[in-house]
């Protein structure tokens, strides 16, 4: 019975369900290049690096002797071979996984008594083969024997930090001590650290977030090598400290990976009482004066924000630094690039001057050559959108805006905040911000949502404003300009919107452009259906007008699926009205719910005395059945079930993706009927909307059974080319794909597919392949549009297996969805070769 209301949840309007492509093509902004971000690319490298030796065994040749091969390229876990002797010439390169190959050191064999014979194709080039193998084995380039070894093997430092280890921490404060700490937990790298011993110390945290390439993380045992002390309160807590460490098992790769591409801190030269510009770590929002209050060697010295206040909050507030340490500049230097200098706190007058300050303090400022020569190449422009830390909250993630970029520095809008806070001042090779999608791919929560957490506050207010353009759109002749638009919770509301999130949204929206102010209001009443797709394929233009270009892209989501249709939205003012009276005659509610008129007390239509059920009784069982789909119709549920013989239905090609952290449903059809009373009604439910593919990192693609077919298609197939292969549903992790694929598999009539599709085939190696070959297949592909790129970049088969996603996205200029979609392909292919081809 349509009486009864849907059990749903709000579940569909989760915080987790922010997505970052949707966000970026809605607010017309592009996101900072991955690269620029170097700090999260050496996390996810394995330490193995081209230029390495090592040696493999040649499993192809009798007794399975080992010889010394190249890395040439890694891509992930795999690895391209060369062996020693083939100098240039690729045609023998392989592929080896690196798990599961058997790889070792330079030398390992002849410790071991192991054979060395090259291959027969070194034989055949060099017949001296052993003189060969003398000076490789010579050479001061092997692969570090910790990288090989199991269990860490093929681990990238970001895992080789694992919750319950221990690592030191340099204080802040004094170089020469340092505090014992376990990693609560690792995020991408970003460890959660508490620190042992600091309970009830003021001004001392017990748990830190900082990234595991911080300058003052060290492993276990770094402080009593260098012989500085590490801070415990009591003799108890060292002795349990240092027990635990050493029951700890050596890790050779976790030393070696703190160790390794530490820059040698240069010597400085700044002297105590030196004054200088600084940005205060605690509170990164503004430059300030301050002061070199100590100097410990030739590397460290303390830097202390001014404050006139000796009692004033953060008084004195210091920090450990080196020549190089951001946030340090030179007097004068806000100046030079048109910034503004905060004075300390207690400065007395109304504008700050260094030179009367200087006087004042009776203090010298550091010597511009103190500092080191700015530089201001990086990837980081005005507008551009990331991921940052929240200073004041370091748990917390949120989307953040490049503002200003100065130098080697930007400013950073933090969104969703629940309090207001001034822009960020950060240097671009921070550790504390990261590329977009970077939290969704470590499974951690972009924290708080920011489109929901900016709905709520501008509602509030009684504003709106979309992207921060609908303001932006008010025009002077008022032709294009929308008056407000009214949400009227209490008129009726039909079978399909929900009546309580009806009246959680905003009093009204508007004023501004009418394309964009009508957007967003049928965008938060398809959001406040029961069932979002539902309502989105009821505003469906039809084919007609759609081609007339009088429509708009909206989107719905609904049980982890994305839809999209067009749907007509009107640009002139004078139209307003009559399209919002139709639009709700459309969606069966009252036609003063939604407009420009706000109704008070009563409704003129009358619609208090409706309640879902009499509307159903009265109204729906007149309906005549519909042939084909008229403007505003449906099938009402009382009078259209329908049976399951009926479920086929002309779809159009339509890709389906589910979040990958959403609570996973078996159930794979589409959205259903208003209430979820029916589920015949699922059945065919949505099936005029096409599924969107592009905005999230999917966990699968709708297999082509499920794809293309019609009401009256023969039983047996008429001759077609083979179907474009498309990666299955399989769950898979952020950057471990794995793909398979039916491959020259003719289309057939059944919906459900019963067997698991077999792996790609590939007839020749990918080694092989021209740049007409990978074209040809990239054109087999759902990707064939792509295809032209392919060939204006000369992509050849080697080529092609190097392509991962981040290189994708950067070198193609693709989105995040296409990029994704190609790189299964590519997977694929990868996959397939050094399955097929890789010895």
């Avoid at 299955?728 to 057939?748: A, L, Y």
């Amino acid at each position: 019975s349509m009486s009864q209301e849907s059990p749903e949840s709000d579940s569909a309007q989760d915080v987790s369900d922010f997505n970052w492509d949707d966000y970026l093509e809605e607010t017309g902004a592009l996101s900072v290049p991955h690269h620029a971000f170097k700090h999260v690319d050496q996390g996810l490298q394995t330490g193995l690096s081209p230029g390495m030796k090592l040696e493999v065994c040649v499993r192809s040749e009798a007794g399975s002797p080992y010889w010394v091969a190249n890395i040439i390229t890694t891509c992930g876990q795999l690895l391209l071979l060369r062996y020693e002797g083939y100098q240039d010439d690729r045609r023998a390169d392989f592929w080896c996984d690196i798990m599961t190959a058997d790889l070792h050191p330079l030398g390992w064999s002849r410790q071991h008594g192991k054979t060395m014979r090259a291959p027969e194709g070194v034989r055949e080039k060099h017949q001296d083969w052993e003189a060969l193998l003398e000076k490789a084995l010579a050479e001061e380039c092997s692969a570090p024997a910790n990288l090989l070894e199991l269990p860490q093997r093929g681990r990238d430092p970001v895992e080789l930090l694992c919750a319950g280890c221990y690592v030191e921490l340099q204080d802040n404060n004094d170089p020469g001590l340092a505090w014992a700490a376990e990693v609560e937990e690792n995020v991408g790298g970003r460890l959660k650290l508490r620190l042992v011993g600091t309970e009830g110390l003021p001004d001392t945290p017990t748990i830190l977030w900082l990234f595991y390439l911080h300058p003052r993380l060290h492993p276990p045992g770094w402080a009593k090598e260098h012989g500085y002390l590490l801070a415990l309160r009591t003799e108890e807590e060292w002795e349990e400290v240092r027990q635990r460490i050493s029951d700890l098992p050596q890790d050779e790769a976790l030393t070696a990976e703190f160790s390794k591409d530490q820059p040698a801190i240069a010597a400085h030269c700044f002297k105590e009482g030196m004054k200088l510009e600084a940005v205060d770590p605690a509170a990164p929002i503004s430059i300030r004066p301050a002061t070199v209050t100590k100097v410990f060697s030739e590397q460290y010295f303390l830097v202390t924000m001014d404050n006139l206040i000796e009692e004033s909050e953060g008084a004195g507030r210091s920090f450990l630094c080196h020549r190089d340490s951001p946030g340090i500049f030179p007097t004068q230097w806000s100046l030079k690039n048109g910034l503004a200098l905060s004075p300390p706190p207690g400065y007395q007058g109304p504008d700050f001057d260094w030179a009367d300050y200087l006087k004042q303090c009776e203090a010298e400022a550091a010597p511009q050559h103190s500092f080191p020569t700015e530089q201001s190449d990086h990837s980081f422009k005005e507008a551009m959108k990331l991921e940052a830390v929240n200073p004041l909250s370091p748990e917390n993630i949120h989307v953040a805006t490049v503002t200003r970029v100065k130098g080697q520095y930007v400013w950073l809008s933090l969104e969703g905040l629940k309090q207001p806070m001034p822009e960020l001042i950060v240097h671009v090779d921070s550790l504390d911000i990261f590329p977009v999608s970077w939290c969704e791919t470590n499974g951690y929560p972009l924290s708080p949502d920011t489109v929901k957490q900016h709905m709520a506050s501008q509602s509030e207010t009684g504003e709106w404003c979309v992207s921060g353009l609908i303001k932006g759109f008010h025009t002077g002749n008022g032709k294009y300009c929308c008056p407000k638009i009214y949400f009227n919770h209490r008129c009726f509301s039909g079978p399909y919107l929900n009546k309580g999130r009806i009246a959680e949204l905003p009093q009204f929206i508007g004023p501004g452009n009418c394309v964009l102010v009508l957007k967003e209001v049928l965008s938060l009443l398809i959001n406040s259906a029961y069932k979002p797709s539902r309502v989105l394929r009821e505003l469906q233009l039809d084919q007609e007008s759609r081609w007339q270009g009088h429509g708009e892209t909206l989107k719905a989501k609904y049980k982890g699926k994305s839809y999209r249709a067009t749907v007509e939205i009107v640009r002139t003012a004078d139209r307003v009205a009559d399209f919002c009276r139709k639009t709700c005659i459309k969606l069966e509610c009252c036609p003063n719910l939604f407009g420009p008129r706000m109704v008070l007390d009563h409704c003129t239509e009358n619609c208090s005395v409706l309640t879902k059920t009499k509307y159903t009784y009265y109204y729906g069982k007149k309906k005549s059945k519909r042939v084909g789909r008229p403007p505003g119709g449906h099938t009402n549920l009382e009078g259209g079930v329908k049976r399951r013989g009926r479920r086929r239905k002309r779809r159009k090609q339509l890709f389906v993706h589910k979040k990958r952290r959403s609570s996973a449903s078996v159930d794979n059809t589409p959205a259903g009927s208003p209430q979820g009373s029916g589920e015949e009604e699922d059945l065919d439910e949505d099936d005029s909307l096409s599924e969107d593919s592009g905005s999230e990192l999917q966990d699968d693609l709708q297999d082509d059974s499920e794809q293309s077919f019609g009401k009256s298609q023969p039983t047996t197939p008429s001759p077609s080319p083979p179907a474009t292969p498309r990666p299955t549903r399989r769950r898979r992790k952020p950057r471990s794909p794995s793909f398979s694929d039916d491959e020259n598999r003719p289309p057939s009539p059944k919906v459900i597919k019963t067997e698991p599709p077999q792996k790609l085939c590939l007839d020749t190696s990918p080694l092989e392949w021209s740049v007409t070959d990978v074209v040809r297949f990239i054109r087999t592909t759902d990707c064939a549009p792509l295809a032209r790129i392919f060939l204006d970049q000369e992509i050849d088969g080697q080529a092609l297996l190097l392509l991962n996603l981040p290189t994708v996205q950067e070198c193609m200029d693709l989105k995040l969805g296409p990029a994704i979609k190609l790189c299964h392909h590519i997977e694929r292919v990868k996959l397939a070769f050094y399955q097929q081809f890789a010895t």
